[in-house]
Each structure stands twice: as C-alpha cells, then as structure tokens.
C-alpha cells in the first residue's frame, strides 16, 4: 500500500490533506501497465493526424458565447455534439434544466434558469465508463472576451481551457476508438452539463443518478502544469439578503433599519469563519444595497463563497451560516422591522482520495509514461463535477483536458501540443478500462 493512501485511510484531516498536497507529488508511483498493442498504435496513429480537425472544431464552439446564463449558445454547442455523438452510435436525450430561486434584493434578479443537459449512452457489457463535461464558460454574452485565436502554438479564447478544449478531447478519444472498430458493445455514457460554472445546481441530480451506474468517471477540465488533481475541497454558496426599513436620511433617520449596516456586521462574522489552519475559508465575493445618498438602505445582500477540507466542516459551517442569518447584530433588540433571508447549498463535497480513484490516477500516470509524457499529481481548492460522482462512489479523475491556464479570467489560454497528447491518453484509457 502507497504511505499517501495509508496516511489517507488512518490519518485523514484538514491538516492531513495539506501536507499531501506537498508530498504526493514525490510519493506517485507508477502502477505496472503493459506496454501498447499493435491496436493501441493504431488508435494513436490515427490521432496523431487529427489535430488540424480538433483545432477546428475548438474554434467553432468557442466562438458561440456559452456563458452559463445564455441558453440559446448553450443550446447550440449541445446541438454540435448530439450530432457528432450520434454519428458514432450513441443514443442522445435531454436532461432537462431547471429554475434555481435564490432570495435577492428588489431589482437584483438572481434566479438562476439554467439550460438543458445532454446525455449520451452506448451500451454493451464492458465495463461502464461516465464521460463528463460542461458547456458553459464564466464569460456571459455582454463580456469583451469573445473570440478564438491561435498563435504560435497558444490557444486563447473563453473556455478554450475550462472546458471547451477538453470537450473536443473526450470527443476525439472517442472517435478514434469509433475509427479502428473498438466501440461496438462498449459501454459508455457521456454526460454534458449545463451549468457547471454555478455550481452544477440543476445538474447535480443528474450527476449522482449516473455515477451510480458506471464503474468509472472521467472529467475533462483542464490541466495547468499537467498535473492530475487528487483530491479537492468542498464548496458552498450562499446568499444573505436583509430587509430593513426605509427612512429619510435626514427628517426621519431614526424611524429607518439599515440594511446596509445590519449586513456590514454579518459581513465580518462571515469573513472572520476562515481558518487557515483547518483549510476553511468563507469569502464574501459580492455585496449590493441601498437606493439612494439619502435614504437609509431598505435592503442589501451577500454573495458567499464557502470552501471546506471535510463534510463535516461545510457542515457546520451552514450552520454558523444559519446563527449569523438569525442574529440581529445592528440594532439592540429583535424588531420585525429588519430580517435576514438565507439560502445556503453545500453544492460540491470535498473529493477525498479512495484506494480505487488512487488506483485509477496511478495507471493514468503509466499510460501517460507510456506515450512518453510526465503526469504530476497535486491537490486543489477548487471544486469540479469529478467530486459530486467521487462522492457517491465512482472512482473519478477529473483533469483530462488541454493543458493551459488563466481560466476565469481573459488571461485564458491552452497549449496546442496538448491536443494531441490529452487524446492519445484519453484514448487508450478510456480503451483499456473498457476492458475491464
Ligand atoms: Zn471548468
């Protein structure tokens, strides 16, 4: 038994998993994997010849605007890939979308009406593979960062790394499995969701129904450094809006209830719930309110970001969450006159390493020395749909796309090298866990 996994089973703490994230990296072993088939040379040869077409492809998707607001570019990218997964056999329905209500100020529309998802399934008796990606990017359809370009061997444009290029990976993967005769009776579902970059709120059933049913998960978000992430904090959100009193600032201000000021001391207890030390962290990443100079705030709301090294952590973090709601901290006694809405979501558990996703890691690493590239393994706070299916049992990797970096921002970029390399070793992945 590796000493990570060992310290993992015995010893698993916020502290714990920060200390992995330093000695894993020395601590990855390569699993024995055997060396490639005259098949699997076949597959690769084949891939190697399809970096013109990806590039292509990558270009069209990201120049339709899929920000996770916008349903109609959403709409079109899932056109794009029903159509390419149905020309190579595989049965394509949708999962609907849903209206997600979050409490908000007047005029501050927060509701969330989330596209539709895609399902694809082939079926057959081999081992059950769950492919997994996302539509949507962070860039709506007003933002200035709209378009593809390519130059010198650097891909920019929004989502070319979060996830538009590890679409196009998994895609090909699967074509090139499809070109050498090698997906009859294969058993594999891909899953495209809608609405990943707000924290797969509609989605997430759907996740977790399918992690049920398949042996493994691979998601293809990007990779910095081509590194595999091994295991992931836990996020959450929440929404605090507080209704007070409107008054004149002037004539009146006694008769008004601050709502501004009642939330500015929530604001310091939330923020001061970060615990550098047990890996908590509570981040309060948008604030609005008032009306006007002159009137005191009627209401005003939070945006909060919540991330967490245990269940047990997020847990009792929603419910500190749920005190600082109820306390009245601005004014010296309970008044009718100001209140506290709250909604909180736990959307994404920490991804905690298992012997099984260890195993799965370690022979992605060996397939990658098989093609000749070095894998480095590291932890992160960020979170992906890879913990959602981790979570309920399926042993999940969940950085199997284009190497690159800068996501979130329009500092976004990806290798071109990556193209090829990320598909020949999705490829014969994806090919020899099929046969298991
Ligand atoms: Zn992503």
Request: hydrophobic share 40%; with cysteine.
């Amino acid at each position: 038994m590796r000493f990570s996994r060992w310290i993992s089973q015995h010893f698993l703490s916020p502290g714990v998993i920060l200390i992995l994230s330093v000695t894993q990296f020395a601590l990855a072993t390569e699993a024995d994997e055997p060396p490639l088939t005259s098949t699997e040379l076949d597959i690769l040869a084949w891939v190697n010849q399809q970096e013109s077409g990806m590039v292509s492809l990558l270009e069209t998707i990201t120049n339709i605007n899929s920000g996770s607001m916008n349903k109609a570019g959403i709409g079109e990218i899932s056109a794009i890939f029903k159509n390419e997964l149905e020309a190579i056999g595989f049965a394509t329905s949708r999962l609907a979308g849903s209206m997600i209500d979050m409490p908000h100020c007047p005029g501050s529309d927060l509701n969330l009406d989330l596209a539709d998802h895609l399902l694809a399934t082939r079926t057959g008796e081999s081992g059950k593979l769950l492919l997994m990606g996302h539509m949507d990017t962070v860039f709506p359809a007003d933002s200035p960062f709209q378009e593809f370009s390519i130059t010198d061997g650097v891909i920019r444009g929004p989502g070319v790394f979060d996830m538009k290029g590890g679409l196009v990976i998994m895609l090909y993967a699967l074509k090139a499995l499809n070109e050498i005769g090698l997906l009859e009776n294969q058993h594999i579902s891909v899953l495209l969701n809608s609405d990943e970059e707000v924290g797969s709120l509609s989605s997430r059933t759907y996740l977790e129904e399918q992690a049920r049913l398949h042996d493994y998960g691979l998601v293809f978000e990007g990779t910095v450094n081509n590194n595999q992430i091994r295991q992931r904090k836990g996020l959450g959100q929440a929404r605090f809006v507080v209704n007070g009193r409107a008054s004149h600032a002037g004539a009146a201000h006694q008769d008004g209830r601050s709502a501004i000021r009642e939330l500015a001391y929530k604001i310091i207890e939330l923020e001061n719930m970060t615990d550098y030390e047990t890996g908590l962290t509570v981040n309060v990443g948008m604030v609005s309110g008032g009306e006007a100079r002159n009137m005191v705030a009627p209401c005003a709301e939070a945006y909060v970001d919540l991330r967490y090294p245990l269940p047990s952590q997020g847990e009792a973090a929603r419910r500190q969450f749920e005190a600082i709601g109820r306390t009245l901290f601005s004014v010296p006694r309970t008044s009718d006159d100001i209140n506290t809405e709250l909604w909180v979501n736990l959307h994404r558990p920490p991804k905690i390493a298992t012997i099984e996703s260890d195993l799965l890691l370690d022979r992605t690493i060996a397939i990658g020395g098989l093609l000749g590239e070095q894998i480095g393994v590291t932890d992160s706070g960020g979170g992906t749909d890879g913990s959602l299916t981790q979570a309920v049992g399926l042993p999940t990797l969940d950085s199997l796309g284009l190497m690159g970096s800068g996501g979130h921002s329009q500092r976004e970029q990806a290798n071109l090298s990556s193209f090829v390399q990320a598909t020949s070793r999705a490829a014969i992945l994806i090919y020899r866990l099929l046969k298991e």
